[in-house]
């Protein structure tokens, strides 16, 4: 068993605002929790790790080469692996989400990215 303490867990901001706080980062499974600042869109991107994004709080709207879906509080999506995607959030306010990859991705995805 491995346990992460929120406050104590690797953190950074890829962009002003947008937070990023590693919850597990194994090989086979890595988990982040984030805050998206109002308005703000990540890059399209895309990576070969199977993906889920989960809303905890506030609104998201995913979109993909082929379709958009708005997601709410408490709603998931998958996203396979190499699928490029944006993630946005149309609130005047943060909202706040979980990635889960499998397999784990480097947490320090959008650092290499810049």
């Not at 937070?19 to 090989?27: D, P």
């Not at 989960?54 to 709207?61: A, H, Q, Y």
């Not at 989400?97 to 990215?113: Q, T």
């Amino acid at each position: 068993m491995k346990v992460v303490r929120f406050d104590k867990a690797e953190s950074y901001e890829p962009e002003k605002d947008w937070k990023r706080v590693s919850l597990c980062s194994e090989a086979d499974i890595s988990v982040e929790h984030f805050v998206k600042p109002p308005g703000h869109a990540s890059p399209r991107h895309e990576h070969p790790n199977t993906q889920v994004i989960i809303v905890l709080k506030g609104k998201m709207v995913i979109t993909t080469d082929e379709e958009e879906k708005d997601l709410n509080e408490g709603d998931a999506v998958y996203i396979p692996g190499n699928e490029p995607h944006v993630l946005t959030n149309p609130l005047t306010e943060p909202s706040i989400g979980v990635d889960i990859f499998v397999p784990g991705r480097s947490f320090d995805f959008w650092l290499k990215r810049k």
